[in-house]
């Protein structure tokens, strides 16, 4: 079965004015559609690989055949990071974590403060194209990655918990080269409760 664009679960400006209505409807409808369009064609004459998900994919990459594997880590990273990406914001999101997750950051990071400012510079100097990561590794702990492009936490055997898509896609029209000021703003639409459960099925 083919991997299929997830929809959008709020409208196109549901996260203004920090994520402007054209962004969200370009990053989704172009970018996003286009990662899941490639990584069905990588995949159309493997009809043994068609029945995976998209994490059994990104998790066993070294095993996938090397005609695919740098397709499915682009398209498909792009596929699931997206994914993520859309249900961890939400309208209305922003302030802060509760339960284990909350717990859980203070005790890693010291701080929610300080896991916010650790998170905003990794995002602010991934160089070029990539991605911020909250992840929880083998041992269920908590700990923050960068990495380039769509190369997915999965495949560095970390399971994603909160990403940052910080592309250019993802804020030039209405940021333009300000990455920071996009960062800033973004904590104001993560839909904590989203990430929680993300965080307790992780662990
Ligand atoms: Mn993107």
């Given at each position: 079965m083919a991997h299929e664009l997830p929809a959008l679960p709020y409208a196109f400006n549901a996260l203004e004015p920090h994520i402007d209505a054209k962004t969200m409807e370009i990053?989704?409808?172009?970018?996003?559609?286009?990662y899941v369009a490639k990584l069905n064609e990588a995949l159309i004459s493997h009809a043994n690989l068609q029945s995976k998900t998209i994490e059994d994919l990104l998790s066993d990459l070294a095993?996938?055949?090397?005609?695919?594997?740098?397709?499915v880590n682009n398209h498909g990273g792009g596929h699931l990071n997206h994914s993520i990406?859309?249900?961890?914001?939400?309208?209305?999101?922003?302030?802060?974590?509760?339960?284990?997750?909350?717990?859980?950051?203070?005790?890693?990071f010291g701080s929610f403060e300080e896991f916010k400012t650790k998170f905003s510079t990794a995002a602010a100097n991934r160089f070029g194209s990539?991605?911020?990561w909250l992840c929880v590794d083998k041992s269920k702990k908590l700990l923050l990655r960068?990495?380039?492009?769509?190369?997915?936490?999965?495949?560095?055997?970390?399971?994603?918990?909160?990403?940052?898509?910080?592309?250019?896609?993802?804020?030039?029209?209405?940021?333009?080269?300000?990455?920071?000021?996009?960062i800033a703003a973004w904590w104001n639409v993560v839909n904590w409760k989203e990430v929680a459960d993300r965080f307790a099925k992780a662990t």
């Amino acid at each position: 079965m083919a991997h299929e664009l997830p929809a959008l679960p709020y409208a196109f400006n549901a996260l203004e004015p920090h994520i402007d209505a054209k962004t969200m409807e370009i990053h989704h409808g172009k970018h996003h559609a286009t990662y899941v369009a490639k990584l069905n064609e990588a995949l159309i004459s493997h009809a043994n690989l068609q029945s995976k998900t998209i994490e059994d994919l990104l998790s066993d990459l070294a095993t996938l055949p090397d005609s695919i594997r740098t397709a499915v880590n682009n398209h498909g990273g792009g596929h699931l990071n997206h994914s993520i990406f859309w249900k961890t914001m939400a309208p209305g999101g922003g302030g802060t974590p509760a339960g284990g997750l909350a717990d859980a950051i203070k005790s890693t990071f010291g701080s929610f403060e300080e896991f916010k400012t650790k998170f905003s510079t990794a995002a602010a100097n991934r160089f070029g194209s990539g991605w911020a990561w909250l992840c929880v590794d083998k041992s269920k702990k908590l700990l923050l990655r960068d990495f380039p492009n769509q190369d997915s936490p999965l495949t560095a055997e970390l399971k994603p918990v909160l990403g940052l898509d910080v592309w250019e896609h993802a804020y030039y029209l209405k940021y333009q080269n300000r990455r920071p000021d996009y960062i800033a703003a973004w904590w104001n639409v993560v839909n904590w409760k989203e990430v929680a459960d993300r965080f307790a099925k992780a662990t």
